[in-house]
């Protein structure tokens, strides 16, 4: 007789149900999932039951019970003892709380010995009182629950099995179970093996795993064996197609090839080939690994070639990497990729990237597309009917399911979609999670909510007009985005808005021309992301002139015609609205033709910005006035005998009055001076060449930095000089939490003095041969009204010039604030990172004593307020679009937005990788540039890179998830664009959390 | 009204030659704020136990101020206080230079920190993973390394990840590093703390 005991007495690690009802999926407990694997052994399985035998008992199992009264004083061999073994040959002794492969429970019924063990070497996590060996080669030295951590060998995994003599053995011993009662089954072991019995151990290495506390940890354990999962999901999942899955080892195929070949024929007539690898820890690094694949091999031909090829693609000859065979997916209109979770946060979101590619099944994973869409879609108050696209749906539903019947909600799953729009599984796996980061999901959720009502109660304000849809953009005009980040600090954020979109730029727009705003704050915030209120600046640009009726035509036009062509939203002043008077203009006088505005309307818009262009002239030079005095103003303020409370609000005046608004002003004619010059390029009046020579003529600020810079290196002048005049600088203006050049003057200024590229002081030649005809041009075309040549080249010029240097001295306003905002926190014992999360006015009124214990309580829960809503609001993603309430929840993310991979800022030279070269040693510690997030590329993570940019690939491709399995910061699919400006830099600098790359340098 | 015990520092007047028990008034001030009725264990006692005995106590506070082995009879009184404290089930709660003194009697020992001594920095929970703000005095902190495995931390400084205070798995002990009693007003995030530990409630 064979008999089965599974030791169930003992408490639960986890939750209230003893250990073998844990449910293994939404279907399966742990006992059904036993008692399937050992019919074929036996039927005879007995159950010693102990903590909490009543919920046994009631559940009516079919199979024997027996209880071990006494289990909360004895061990588990006490529980053993108390089952009647006499009339067995073979026993099998398993513990209730652990879970294994089938094939080692295969491997142990084959066992002829006396004593089987089942053991584990890898991985040993040692805890005091759990049951180890100590092993020399394969015999054992010691066993039991008392072993030392030097001691410990390889971990008991509480699987034995007993046969013949021994067991008589063992009903010796139950005469004297209560002197044994503080024993375990290895202590039984111990004992019989000082008994001289014959024993074998079985090794399952990774392949088990203890159901603890860690819930996370077993649950990804259980769908890591992918054969058992995919077999699982085949059989249970009703909304999508499971792919079956036949695996084996090289080992297996070295030694046993014309079985394999036999099996694959059954299994399939058409198949895949892919490489994958054995250990799951590993899994992305070989599996993905270089990806090589064979689909559409039909198995009536000899393909052993084939699977050979696919073997000498393994980067290492480790015998136990798997080959994979799928059967290949016929007429698959698209494939992609899901994760259910949000990679590197968790936040609880969909996050779906699809790629139209006709019978290809992994161009996302291998991240070589070039046209896939990305979309977010938050599991909050998830609503399958707000999802129109048919596919979209499809594959949430078909997730939605996996995740329920895998009780798992960090999965990575692969699917494609045939055209009778059917969703077939590739794979299903665990996320590589990154146990650090806890999950919130009760606040993201609440922070949705109130993010939600909020909006409801503001809808007024967001909409602006009434008859007007919702618009916010974290682009459009004054570009938050680009200029505090995508999730500032308050401290920057309150500033900007104090300095610029609280009114400044309403009273420049109307000073220049425009129409004057009512209700002139541009930036609304959500979810810590600050968004410009895109309807208030569309009005904002139409000239004064505009009647009441005409603004509410125009602005209904321009607010549809962005919601529909989204993509826009980062150059609306160039391609949705005229702002200026260009020889373009008849273009978009047939745009609004075609829309049915009227004569009269159009030539109002036009006399209109006409005007604006006119008044350039005058504000030009006003601005100019301006940043002088504010310059000459700043040493008068800063030397002055004021505190700094008051320090700070006059900078801020004064800043205002002649510091931003003159920029802005700036910033607008030298907009205008640079769509004239660009149409006058478009219709070849001047040549590409000689605008070019224009542009490296001018002398900006930045370029006599780099000059300054260039001089310093050849010691023509002191360095001293150079940071006397560049000191207030800082990447990242208004980050209070990033230092300025002087307190950095060893790091990035050593960057920037040590090689700039030698500046020519050109002449533009061909610019002074061509200007003539295009002065001549914008004369006769009304562009400019009674100028002469002279005055139109200088217009043109000292916009640009003075933009930058109205800039560099407001930034010395700011880096002043920021300064002796610093200096009252030093007083106040706050230091940076607690003042970044300060509004302005909280710095204003901080206490200027010098103040040894205490600022006052309600500064103090302030900050750690505005902290805590900081550390949540980071992990939302939003779109950069918003036009409706539901665009927060779910959207696609419009490309050109690379996707940002772990949250740390770094710093690094670039390195432009080409092409693989394992020896390439000079990555070490730099950011590496590369094409396509192609897994070919692997290798580089070899080299202790510090971060990584890649030209294509999406938010789920192979290095997306490197990166962040890695913890390596890492920008994503930047886009043609972006990638060759990069291309060009040697310094750059990654922010993940506001969505920047910078080039230093 | 609970009785609570409290140690005190000790300082040597140099012109009378004489040893003098010295406690920082706000801890006092800050325990009857909290509603408690704070007792003060002299250095000097011949027979601490006895004088325990008399007193009916609900806790123990082993207050700050000066670092560990200066004044071996502080030590020793404080180290009998922990064990006392774990035979009668009385829990004990160390602040700054207490939760040193709990983590030498536990055999630990510790390292020397930057930044620390008379700042204001953030700290984070491991449970809400909330962070609060926490003055600090202290020069050393505990070396993890050689960390009891019973001792658990529960608030780490939010940057160095050094630890700013624990409990222990088995005995009723808290301990802290910053100075709760050194803020102007109570605090309801220490206030909250401080109660729920001597209401035995587990944290």
């Not at chain 1, 054995?278 to 694949?293: L, M």
């Not at chain 1, 998830?382 to 960090?410: G, M, P, Q």
């Not at chain 1, 040894?852 to 902290?867: A, T, V």
């Not at chain 2, 301990?175 to 109660?195: A, C, L, S, T």
């Amino acid at each position: 007789m064979k008999c089965a005991i599974i030791l169930a007495a003992g408490r639960p690690h986890y939750g209230k149900e003893p250990s073998i009802f844990f449910k293994q999926n939404k279907y399966f407990s742990n006992l059904d999932i036993l008692k399937d694997m050992l019919k074929n052994y036996t039927k005879k399985i007995t159950l010693v039951t102990g903590y909490n035998d009543l919920a046994i008992k009631k559940k009516k199992l079919n199979i024997k019970l027996i209880k071990n009264s006494k289990w909360d004083n004895t061990k588990s061999l006490y529980s053993l003892l108390s089952v009647d073994l006499s009339k067995n040959k073979e026993i099998l002794i398993i513990y209730s709380d652990i879970i294994f492969n089938k094939e080692i429970l295969e491997k142990l019924i084959l066992s002829k010995q006396e004593i089987t063990i089942v053991i584990s070497k890898e991985k040993i996590n040692f805890k005091k009182n759990k049951e180890y060996l100590n092993l020399k080669k394969n015999t054992i030295i010691d066993i039991g629950s008392n072993l030392s951590k030097q001691n410990t060998k390889a971990e008991f995994v509480g699987l034995v099995k007993l046969r013949g003599k021994s067991l008589n053995f063992l009903t010796k011993l139950k005469k004297e179970k209560n002197r044994l009662k503080n024993l375990k089954i290895s202590d039984l072991m111990k004992i019989l093996i000082k008994k001289k019995y014959s024993y074998k151990l079985l090794d399952v290495q990774n392949n088990w795993i203890e159901i603890k506390n860690n819930l996370e940890n077993v649950r990804k354990h259980i769908i890591s064996t992918k054969a058992n999962t995919l077999a699982f999901a085949k059989k249970y999942l009703k909304k999508s197609i499971v792919l079956p899955q036949y695996t084996f080892s090289i080992n297996e195929w070295k030694k046993n090839k014309k079985n394999i070949l036999q099996d694959i024929k059954k299994f399939s007539p058409e198949i895949i080939i892919r490489s994958s690898s054995k250990e799951e820890d590993n899994f992305y690094t070989s599996a993905a690994g270089k990806f090589i694949s064979i689909n559409n091999v039909k198995t009536k031909t000899n393909f052993t070639s084939k699977i050979n090829k696919v073997i000498k693609s393994f980067d290492k000859k480790d015998l136990n990497n798997q080959i994979l065979i799928q059967p290949s997916a016929k007429r698959i209109i698209c494939n992609g990729v899901v994760f259910t979770s949000n990679l590197g946060n968790q936040f609880p979101a969909y996050k779906i990237n699809i790629d139209y590619k006709k019978g290809n099944t992994e161009s996302v994973t291998s991240g070589k597309s070039k046209n896939d869409k990305t979309f977010f879609i938050s599991k909050f108050n998830l609503n399958l009917n707000k999802i129109k696209n048919l596919h979209l749906r499809k594959i949430i539903e078909a997730c939605t399911e996996i995740e329920e019947v895998f009780l798992y909600k960090h999965l990575d799953i692969e699917f494609g979609i045939n055209k009778n729009n059917e969703v077939l599984i590739f794979q299903i796996r665990p996320i590589v999670k990154n146990s650090q980061l806890e999950n919130n999901e009760k606040n993201y959720l609440l922070n949705y909510k109130k993010c939600l009502n909020r909006w409801d109660k503001d809808i007024n304000l967001i909409k602006y007009k009434k008859y007007l849809n919702p618009l916010l953009g974290v682009m459009p005009d004054w570009n938050p985005a680009e200029i505090i980040g995508f999730k500032p600090k308050i401290l920057a954020s309150s500033i900007y808005e104090e300095l610029i979109t609280k009114n400044i730029w309403a009273k420049q727009r109307s000073e220049f021309g425009y129409k004057k705003i009512k209700d002139p704050n541009l930036l609304y915030n959500i979810l810590g992301t600050f968004y410009v209120n895109v309807n208030k600046s569309l009005n904002s640009f139409l000239p004064n002139n505009t009647s009441n009726n005409t603004e509410k035509k125009f602005l209904k036009f321009y607010n549809k015609e962005l919601s529909k062509n989204k993509f826009l939203h980062d150059k609306i002043e160039f391609e949705l609205i005229p702002t200026c008077y260009t020889s373009n203009f008849a273009a978009w006088k047939k745009r609004l033709i075609k829309q049915k505005f009227s004569f009269n309307e159009i030539l109002n818009l036009e006399k209109g910005l006409k005007k604006i262009n006119y008044n350039t002239f005058n504000i030009l030079e006003n601005s100019i006035i301006k940043i002088d005095t504010l310059n000459k103003n700043f040493h008068k303020i800063v030397l002055s005998k004021t505190n700094e409370n008051k320090k700070i609000q006059i900078l801020i005046n004064e800043c205002k009055k002649n510091g931003t608004l003159p920029f802005a002003h700036l910033a607008r004619t030298a907009f205008i001076s640079m769509i004239l010059l660009k149409d006058a390029i478009k219709t070849n009046l001047i040549s590409k060449k000689a605008f070019d020579q224009l542009m490296l003529s001018i002398n900006t600020i930045n370029k006599e930095m780099l000059k300054d810079a260039n001089n310093v290196r050849l010691n023509k002048i002191g360095k001293k000089y150079f940071f006397k005049k560049y000191y207030h600088l800082r990447p990242g203006t208004y980050d209070i939490t990033s230092n300025n050049y002087s307190d950095n003057k060893n790091e990035i200024l050593k960057d920037i003095i040590k090689g700039p590229k030698k500046i020519k002081n050109s002449q533009p030649i061909l610019w002074n041969k061509e200007k003539k005809k295009f002065f001549d041009f914008l004369i006769t075309k009304k562009i400019f009204l009674n100028k002469n040549h002279n005055e139109i080249e200088n217009l043109l010029i000292k916009s640009i010039e003075f933009r930058e240097l109205s800039k560099f001295y407001f930034t010395k306003y700011v880096n002043k604030i920021l300064e002796l905002s610093l200096k009252l926190g030093k007083k106040n014992l706050l230091p940076r990172d607690q003042l970044a999360h300060l509004h302005i006015k909280d710095i204003i009124n901080l206490s200027i004593k010098k103040n040894k214990d205490l600022n006052s309580q309600k500064l103090q829960r302030k900050i750690e307020k505005n902290i805590n809503l900081y550390e949540i609001n980071k992990n939302f993603e939003l779109p950069a679009l918003i036009c409706s309430k539901d665009d927060i929840l779910n959207f696609e993310i419009i490309r050109g937005q690379p996707n940002y991979i772990c949250r740390n800022k770094i710093l690094g030279k670039l390195k432009f990788v080409k092409k693989f070269d394992k020896f390439q040693n000079n990555l070490k510690g730099s950011i590496v540039l590369i094409e396509s997030a192609d897994p070919g590329f692997d290798w580089i993570f070899n080299k202790n890179i510090s971060g990584l940019i890649t030209k294509f690939g999406g938010a789920n491709s192979h290095m997306a998830i490197r990166a962040s399995e890695l913890n390596i910061t890492a920008a994503i699919g930047v886009g043609e664009l972006r990638f060759n400006q990069i291309k060009n830099s040697s310094i750059v600098k990654i922010d993940p959390l506001n969505k920047m790359i910078g080039t230093i340098k | 009204m609970k009785n609570i015990l409290v140690s005190q520092s000790i300082v040597y007047d140099s012109k009378t030659k004489v040893f003098k028990d010295q406690l920082d008034n706000q801890v006092i001030n800050y325990l009857i704020k909290l509603n408690y009725v704070p007792i003060t264990i002299s250095n000097g006692l011949k027979d601490p136990k006895a004088f325990i005995r008399k007193t009916n106590i609900s806790g123990i506070v082993l207050t700050g101020g000066a670092n560990i082995g200066v004044y071996p009879k502080r030590d020793r009184l404080e180290k009998f206080l922990i064990d006392y404290s774990i035979k009668k089930k009385i829990p004990l709660l160390g602040i700054c230079r207490g939760m040193q003194i709990i983590n030498h009697f536990f055999n630990g020992n510790l390292k020397r920190i930057s930044n620390h001594v008379r700042t204001r920095h953030l700290i984070k929970s491991k449970y809400s993973k909330k962070m609060y703000i926490v003055n600090s005095y202290h020069e050393y902190c505990i070396n993890e390394k050689k960390m009891n495995h019973n001792i658990i931390p529960i608030y780490r400084h939010a940057k160095d990840n050094s630890i700013e205070s624990f409990i222990h798995n088995k005995h009723k002990i808290l301990g802290i590093m910053w100075h709760p009693e050194r803020e102007k007003k109570v605090r309801n995030f220490d206030k909250k703390i401080i109660q729920k530990f001597f209401k035995k409630i587990e944290l």
